[in-house]
């Protein structure tokens, strides 16, 4: 499953794939909250990784001399990036 996928999940649904009864069903809720909360943290782990392990920054091209004191890159070409990847797949 894909990161976008995972945060369109409703809590309805893990209810129903887990079977949970009515009494458990703030679980599901739980569950709902830590996926969308963990999607943006994966995919900034993904971009950092991609960062520090080449020459050159994917997204702004700046040269990486030094990959862990990059600037962050500003958040329209994080967003083309982020197009670009998946239109590749």
């Given amino acids: 499953m894909a990161l976008d ?12 794939h887990l079977n949970l ?3 458990k069903l703030h679980c599901s809720m739980l569950a709902e909250d830590a ?9 900034s782990i993904s971009i950092t990784y ?9 997204i702004c091209k700046s040269p990486a001399t030094n990959p862990l004191t990059l600037p962050p890159c500003p958040p329209e070409q994080v967003k083309d ?5 998946e239109s590749e797949q």
């Fill in 21 to 23: 009864p009515p009494v």
């Fill in 5 to 16: 996928d995972a945060v369109k999940i409703k809590n309805t649904e893990i209810a129903s």
């Fill in 35 to 43: 996926i969308k909360a963990a999607v943006p943290y994966a995919l």
């Fill in 50 to 58: 991609t960062r520090r392990h080449s020459r050159h920054c994917p």
């Fill in 81 to 85: 990036y982020k197009k670009k990847q």
